[in-house]
């Protein structure tokens, strides 16, 4: 059932949202000081390429200043409108039954889309 959720996923614009994190990632990667924030948006485009069965969990060693001081400056530079994009579409596909399965995975990636850093992606 999971890969016939990720197939429609791909379909219905699952590979459109992958490709514009690759291409964001790629651009990021330019300049040496958007590496890790590139690295991050790579991390997005894995979730969103391929996300039923897998889910985000916080690292265990995701306690630190250097953490949050990236995940602050990841959400005033554009994660938040990521986000907001994210439960806006996810909420637009909750009104269907048939959409709620899409949906949820809209909200998944809210919340990788908020808080990037210190967050890994693990089957489920």
Known sequence: MKFLGNVVWLIFGGIIIAIEYFIGSLILMITIIGIPFGIQTLKMASLSLWP???????????????YI??????????????????ALFGLLLCITIIGIPFGMQHFKLTAIALSPFGRDIVST
Request: contains cysteine; positive net charge.
């Open 52 to 66: 039923f069965g897998r889910t985000t969990r916080v690292h265990e060693r995701a306690s630190g200043c250097l």
């Open 69 to 86: 001081i990236m995940n602050l400056i990841w959400l005033l530079t554009g994660g938040l409108w990521i986000a907001i994009t994210h």
